[in-house]
């Protein structure tokens, strides 16, 4: 059944998701692609055109704006959403797919014959019968993470700005880049969004409020062999490549890794391996929900280095490992209220809120422990980072009348 607000939040999923806005980790740049740039100043023209003020590109890539306030003394709210996709798997050529009145069963692409995404494949799509499913078309992912915030955001940003009879204080916007890389909060991003707290609008399942994140490490391991002639090798060749296979197997695998793990399960993730014979590199995250956890796993790939480097000194092995992000939790726990409204709005539409541990960070896991508390509201989107990602348009629509309550709190 089509509600309020259905038409222009799948249209506005449809034409944001059709744009590239891959992040690339390797890069040193602030975006770290230019081609996310091409949603950034499609979003601040879009936010002109609605009325918004204060409407900036920040020289880091972010897009600010403001809905100003129709009544004083209220807090400045914040809401953000990244325009990066993840760069886990192919972005380029998005052709979003709308499957109007779902009616239960599977769910074919018409660029991947074989792909089928069912309930059976992903439970939650069983409770959406009826509701209006945008997929991508079987070979890209679709980028409802985070463009599915987005376009919530925008639309009720468009509806605030032409109903100036509904109470609110002042609200700013915020579209980063690079959030799957985790370099979406600049330094300079709290004062510029200038809010008293704020939201991501970066979860999953309709309900979800969720102010608990992993903690969150980035490690590079490089190995320099020696390089030889493979035919006059003997004594000579230490292989970076074979070194790489050992320290694989030196860490856990049936227990602390992706695959095995759940709940507040942690782990160690080895996610891109590259090189030759001389050199190799490998390319891990370390998650836990506690501080103590995140160390011991650091501490376990470290261990496993030094083990390495032990064996076979004519190696060269460094293991360099980067904070990148921590519990929100941590701050949160300290002052409930921004977490208690979002549950008082979500309860008022007819939904009850759910908090569960997110298993991944948002920006908001970076902005709280930078001063802003920042807690992460759903918008609908599942099997992310993937060809069956999947978004209800009807979901979204619910994520849009949430935010509508929560700013006239």
Known sequence: MRTEFDTELETRLVRYAAVDTQSDEKAASSPSTAIQLNLSRMLAAELEGIGATDVRITDYGAV???????????????FLAHVDTAPQFNATGVKPVVHRGYNGGDITFA????LVLSPAVSPYLGLKNGDDIITASGTTLLGADDKAGIAIIMT???????????????????????????????????????????YTLDGGKAGEIEYESFSADGAVVRITGVSAHPGFAKGKLVNALSLVAKLVSLLPQGTMVPEVTDGRDGFLHVYE?????????????????ERDGLEAKGDILRRACDAL???????????????????????????????????DAARAEGVEPVSVPIRGGTDGSRLTEMGVPTPNLFTGMQEIHGPLEWVSVQDMALATRVMLRLVQA
């Open 64 to 78: 600010l704006a403001t809905v100003p306030a129709t009544v004083e003394g209220k807090p400045v709210m914040g």
């Open 111 to 114: 660029d991947a014959p074989g």
């Open 156 to 198: 009720a940003a468009r509806h605030l700005l032409a109903n100036p009879q509904i109470p609110h204080g002042k609200i700013r916007i915020a579209f980063t880049p690079d959030e799957e890389i985790g370099r979406g909060v600049d330094k300079r991003l709290p004062a510029d969004l200038g809010a008293d707290f704020a």
């Open 273 to 289: 391996i590259k090189g030759t014979a001389a050199e190799a590199e490998v390319r891990l995250i370390l998650r836990d929900f």
């Open 309 to 343: 480097q032990a064996v076979e000194p004519r190696a060269t092995v460094t293991c360099d490992i980067r904070p990148q992000y921590r519990n929100m939790r941590y701050w949160l726990e300290q002052d409930m209220t921004p977490v208690t409204l979002a549950r």
